[in-house]
């Protein structure tokens, strides 16, 4: 078997299949980035499973995943002020969290440089919304350089590491979710082993760094005059590729993956325009494209979710008094969803229905989608299981981001509003509010507990809020790859000091804490009955280990023995709790309404046990070794 | 070589991810340019997943148009049918894993399983060539394998042979489940 951590340390250059997101993690490693720090969220979190696959003791840098993406940020920020060139990574919507200092960071003199690697989500394939960060790049006047494909994104690392060290000014390199997964043969360079200095090299007198009274005014000046250089720096063809097409007088400026895209859908065509592809898009190349606009009679702006090329393209026309046509969004479905080929040949079929029509009808499939759903064993089903039980059917529930967002599907229903990470408990308090007769349960995992959940119950409990909050603790980050967490009592580097949640909770004041294992589902209802008869603030801990890490890592033993639970059919009265309100998808149902549990899926957590009325469940007598990567 | 475009799909959990890393490196041993593309996050919960694998040809992007994969293989019946509806290209194959992980509402009792003849039918209809695969296997883990099995046998990646996948999976595999799933590749 390849080892990934021996590839990514090998010194000289050579070649190999990866993912975009282990494209990036080679070009931290060649460009010298000392210092790495994220919080996880797809698409990036390959990029750590990359980094992390080097041992703690070998690794050229330093890596952490930090409580949240703000303080993420902070570390990396702050590394690179003391002269290591660092780097921050995170989803599109971390950067919501971390905004109140990434803004701040053109402002900062960092002599060590720091490039941020957003992972935005078109589509919004794994994440709440679709937002476009460009529009956060402008805002924090920091210049984005997007790439188009994995060998882009290794090229576009080592340019803006190089830029951000020489200006000493954040870069953004703006991924996309395909562009992180998408596979490919890589050429990587050579890269010398260099001990990271150990001499304090923060100096005070390099900045201002306290960006209050005037000196604010005065570094935005700086961050405004460094944002114009580097515009014109990356107005050049290392960034911007003409490709010529068969139709002189129509050109298409586009980026990143939809550039790659249209390439595709123009395979179809006989005919093609001519494409402008941009690798740098904010600021824009402005001598480049008004080069392009001047030599064509229409362009169309091929643009992905929001229209921040296009305003700026059709505002550089107006300025220069050109009469070029610019074609922009023409309708809703323009700023909706992921430009892939079939997205791109719809669009293209609007603007320029002769040159590049609609091709083949749309394939729509007959079945129902398969939507993501808990595990077999996930301690969340039970508790949602039964929590259902302990609420009327008039309560109000709060859902948070995690696993257990996914119990807001059938046949549970639980989490009825959900906004951002670590919002649950202030939403569910605004809820409370002149509300006398419906209950308000709010849910959160442990890892957004520590990450954004804090506030919000400090919050609940300086306000006396009333309501009950039930923290969903499996132990681990399970929904992103099962990062640790402050709770797990190891971090990215070896063990750590785990924070206990309920020393949290008390710490913080809070009177009312229930603890109880998930799988014990009698006791949960009551416990979460109790607290929701008491007025103000409570908490219920309802804990069990993530069953998929869990299995996961019993698999590896050579021990392991496979276990399941089979249904007695002598026995069994066909009720279907099993299958309908229990919901574990071991159960299958046939057409006669027989249950069968397929050995395929259970684990033999035995959770399911407790639910069946006339106890037709049992575990399984046979077991069986084995092993699997 | 003109390009030969595949889809493939299952149900999180089933190894797509593997099978598609597998059929990517293989095409790179035999020389072939290639690139590909999986889907990550929620969907590892249970939910569709699916690959694309593009090999030959100039490298565009990793993802395919609805309709226009030559080869389709699924790990899935229900989900067999849901990729062959949407990416199969009329006289391509499609390769299938004939097991059943029912979808939520066939649970609920809200709608009808995917019967294998269900997809047979809808081959016949869209022009498509069926191979439908069922192996008694060491483990349910290697029916991602036994898939890649049939595909070697009947040659449907062309360029790639068998000695190609044999390498992707010592690439890929840790020492103590490589000799069996090699067992499963090249068995019957």
Redesign the interface.
């Given at each position: 078997?390849?080892s990934l951590g021996e590839m990514l340390q090998q010194q000289g250059p050579f070649s190999e299949?990866v993912l975009g997101n282990t494209a990036l993690a080679r070009a931290m490693i060649e460009s010298g980035t000392e210092v790495i720090t994220s919080y996880p969220g797809?698409?990036t979190p390959?990029i750590a499973s990359a980094l992390l696959s080097i041992p703690a003791g070998k690794r050229p840098f330093y890596f952490e995943f930090s409580t949240n993406e703000k303080v993420a940020t902070e570390v990396a920020c702050g590394a690179s002020l003391n002269g290591h060139p660092s780097c921050v990574f995170f989803k599109s919507v971390g950067l919501n969290v971390a905004a109140d200092s990434f803004v701040q960071l053109s402002l900062m003199e960092l002599t060590g440089g720091l490039v941020a690697v957003l992972g935005d989500d078109p589509g919004a394939?794994?994440s709440q919304n679709e937002q476009d960060n460009r529009h956060v790049a402008r805002m924090a006047y920091i210049p984005v350089l997007e790439p188009s494909?994995p060998s882009e994104a290794y090229r576009y690392y080592l340019e803006a590491m190089a830029l951000s060290r020489r200006m000493k000014m954040p870069v953004i390199l703006r991924m996309t979710t395909?562009v992180c997964?998408?596979?490919?043969?890589v050429a990587f360079g050579a890269w010398e082993k260099k001990a990271p200095g150990t001499e304090p090299r923060f100096d005070s007198s390099a900045g201002p760094s306290v960006p209050l009274t005037s000196a604010a005014l005065e570094m935005k000046r700086r961050a405004l005059a460094r944002l114009s250089l580097a515009g014109c720096e990356m107005d050049s063809p290392a960034f911007c590729e003409v490709r010529k097409g068969s139709d002189s007088f129509r050109g298409v400026i586009t980026a990143g993956?939809p550039f790659?895209?249209l390439?595709?859908v123009l395979?179809d065509s006989e005919q093609s325009p001519d494409i402008l592809k941009l690798g740098v898009v904010y600021p824009l190349p402005e001598k480049t494209i008004e080069e392009f606009l001047r030599s064509h009679k229409q362009v169309k702006i091929l643009e992905e979710l929001d229209d921040v090329m296009e305003k700026e393209i059709k505002a550089l026309a107006f300025d220069r008094g050109m009469s070029v046509s610019i074609i922009g969004k023409s309708d809703e479905d323009d700023w909706i969803g992921e430009y892939?080929?079939?997205k791109v040949?719809e669009v293209m079929a609007k603007t320029w229905p002769d040159m590049i029509p609609l091709r083949?009808a749309?394939?729509?499939?007959?079945?129902?989608?398969?939507?993501?759903?808990?595990?077999p064993g996930c301690g969340h089903r039970s508790a949602f299981y039964a929590v259902r039980k302990a609420l009327a059917k008039e309560d109000i529930t709060v859902a948070d981001i995690g696993?257990h967002t996914?119990g807001f599907?059938?046949?549970y229903k639980v989490g009825e509003v959900l906004l951002s990470m670590g919002h649950s408990t202030g939403t569910g308090a605004g809820l409370s509010l002149f509300n006398k007769t419906r209950k308000v349960v709010s849910f959160i995992g442990d890892s957004t507990l520590f990450h954004a959940g804090l506030p919000g119950i400090v919050n609940a409990v300086f306000n006396n809020h009333n309501l009950t909050l039930i923290v969903m603790e499996n132990g681990t980050t399970a929904?992103?790859g099962h990062q640790d967490h402050p709770g797990a009592g190891r971090n990215a580097n070896g063990p750590s000091e785990a924070i206990p949640i309920r020393g949290v909770l008390e710490g913080l004041g809070v009177k009312s804490i229930r603890e109880v294992d998930a799988y014990s589902q009698a006791k949960l209802i009551e416990l979460v009955k109790e607290a929701n008869a008491e007025e103000g603030f409570s908490v219920v801990i309802a804990r069990h280990p993530c069953m998929l890490k869990y299995t996961r890592e019993q698999q590896r033993s050579p021990d392991y023995v496979r276990k399941s639970v089979e249904v007695d059919q002598e026995k069994c009265d066909r009720l279907?709790v099993c299958?309908?309100s229990f919901?574990c998808?071991s159960?299958?149902?046939d057409?006669d309404g027989t249950v069968t549990v397929?050995?395929?899926?259970c684990i033999g957590d035995g959770s399911c046990i407790q639910t069946c009325p006339v106890k037709a469940i049992g575990l399984r007598k046979e077991s069986r070794g084995?092993?699997?990567? | 070589m003109k390009r030969f475009d595949i889809y493939m799909s299952g149900?999180?959990?089933q190894?797509i991810g593997?099978l598609s890393?597998v059929v990517?490196?293989a095409a790179?041993h035999a020389g072939l340019?290639?690139?590909?593309?999986?889907?990550?996050?929620?969907?590892?919960?249970?939910?569709?997943v699916e690959s694309f694998v593009r090999i030959g040809g100039?490298?565009?992007?990793?993802?395919?148009?609805?309709?226009a994969a030559s080869l389709v293989m699924a790990l899935e019946r229900?989900?067999a049918?849901?990729a062959l509806?949407?990416?199969a290209a009329p006289g391509g194959v499609l390769l299938f894993y004939d097991?059943?992980?029912?979808?939520?509402?066939?649970?609920?009792?809200k709608?009808?399983?995917?019967s294998t003849e269900d997809v047979e039918e809808a081959c016949r209809r869209l022009n498509v060539r069926h191979i439908t695969v069922r192996r008694e296997l060491?483990?349910?883990?290697?029916q991602n394998v036994a898939l890649l099995s049939r595909a070697v046998k009947e040659q449907l990646i062309p360029g790639v042979e068998l000695e190609h996948y044999r390498k992707a999976l010592?690439?890929?595999?840790?020492?103590?489940?490589?000799a069996e799933?090699l067992k499963v590749l090249e068995g019957n």
């Open positions: 078997m390849k299949i797809s698409p390959e394939n794994s494909s395909h997964h998408g596979k490919e043969k993956l790659r895209s390439l595709d395979e892939t080929p079939d040949s083949g749309k394939r729509q499939p007959s079945l129902a989608p398969r939507p993501p759903q808990m595990c696993c996914l599907l059938p046949p929904m992103t279907h299958v309908e919901g998808p159960f299958q149902r057409e397929s050995p395929e899926l084995g092993e699997q990567a | 149900v999180g959990g190894g593997l890393e990517i490196r790179d340019p290639v690139c590909g593309v999986d889907t990550h996050g929620l969907a590892q919960r249970g939910g569709m100039e490298v565009t992007t990793p993802l395919v148009r609805r309709g229900t989900e049918l849901r509806e949407a990416y097991t059943l992980w029912q979808p939520l509402d066939v649970r609920l009792g709608a009808d399983a995917v060491p483990d349910v883990r290697m010592e690439d890929l595999l840790p020492e103590r489940v490589l799933n």
